[in-house]
């Protein structure tokens, strides 16, 4: 279970173009829930993503995880707990350009050590899983959006996380890949992970694989369906 | 004027392994056996180039500064030579000082919250 309390984030504090993401936020994530943050662009919903996963602090506020504060460790407890613990699918995929999809879905776990053949083997298997394996070897840049999107996917699987945090996933993909993205969705969701989205598409919304709609305005949460 | 820093696309880079659960030290020893091992290359092929060039082109490239241009050319043979404390200093002041230098920018970004580097 994820908690937040009196959630603040702040950007360029004390400066004069100083701006609130986050203005209190109080939630309870259950586990094996998908939670979608849906608001309109500038209410923060990025934002508190990066707060939950341990991407950034909050400037204010207490985030607890499986009633562990969080919030005030150090980097590297936060590291190795961004490691374990959460997967990430970014808006922008942000892949790692010049290597190849299988490096790429591989990369999360070098640092954990380990047999490198049961890692590749791991990665390949994910890889398979989404119907990416004749791809493995392509470079990133040479890949459509939706596969590109499917080595992310693979990617914040490889460590086998908890939880999944996707922020805007179906933003740069059609109607066809973002129904696709929705079916992976569903079987993550059908393993017992915590799904953590933030969208403003109506069809991920509306979508049955959604759990439970918190609504954001100007960082504040205005509705929780 | 000397420009120490990272380009956009690699604190981008070190942003992105911080966010997939890279840690600080993680990156900064990547970073620092890349431009290493890019440096030291760089110095091997060079030296090899330079030693090839002298001792067996008779620095054909200046040849005609080191020798002048009098009347009378002068013929001798260069004895190769490989000298320790010469290649050690070459390495102290070319490979040491551009390993060490890509640490701090490597290490500013790397101590940033991923979120910041990413968003740009």
New interface residues.
């Given amino acids: 279970m994820i908690e937040l309390s009196g959630i603040r984030k702040a950007f360029n504090q004390g400066r004069h173009n100083e701006y609130w993401a986050l203005n209190g936020i109080d939630l309870t994530i259950p586990s094996q829930q998908v939670t979608a943050f849906f608001g309109p662009s500038g209410s923060g919903k990025t934002t508190l993503l990066?707060v939950v996963g341990c991407?950034?602090?909050p400037t204010a506020g207490r985030v607890r995880l499986e009633d562990r504060d969080i919030s005030g460790l150090p980097?590297?407890f936060l590291?190795?707990i961004?490691?374990?613990t959460f997967g990430?699918i970014?808006q922008q995929f942000?892949l790692?350009?010049g290597m190849s999809a299988l490096e790429n879905v591989m990369?999360?776990a070098?640092?954990l050590g380990g047999e490198w053949r049961a890692l590749k083997q791991r990665a390949e298997f994910l890889l398979d899983s989404l119907q990416l394996s004749h791809r493995r070897t392509a470079r990133v840049e040479w890949l459509s959006g939706g596969e590109q999107q499917r080595v992310a996917i693979a990617?914040a699987l490889i460590?086998d996380p908890k939880v999944l945090v996707a922020d805007e996933p179906t933003a740069n993909l059609d109607t066809a890949l973002s129904k696709g993205f929705l079916d992976i969705l569903e079987t993550l969701a059908a393993e017992g992970r915590t799904v953590l989205l933030s969208s403003h598409d109506p069809m991920v919304i509306e979508s049955s694989v959604v759990q439970r709609v918190v609504k954001l305005r100007d960082g504040r949460i205005v509705g929780d369906l | 004027m000397v420009y120490i820093g990272l380009s956009a696309d690699e604190k981008r880079e070190i942003g992105i392994l911080k966010a997939i659960g890279w840690e600080t030290g993680d990156v900064i020893r990547m970073k620092f056996w890349e431009g290493a091992l890019i440096s030291l290359t760089a110095f091997l092929l060079g030296y090899v180039a330079a030693y090839l060039h002298v001792f067996r082109f008779s620095s054909v490239l200046f040849e005609p500064v080191l020798k002048g241009w009098s009347v009378l050319y002068p013929q001798f043979e260069l004895v190769p030579v490989v000298d320790g404390v010469q290649i050690a200093t070459l390495f102290f002041f070319t490979v040491f000082p551009y390993a060490m230098a890509t640490i701090v920018p490597i290490w500013r970004a790397a101590i940033t919250d991923p979120d910041s580097i990413m968003r740009g």
């Fill in positions: 990066t991407l950034a602090r980097e590297r590291t190795q961004r490691r374990r990430f970014f942000n790692i350009r990369l999360p070098y640092p990617r460590n």
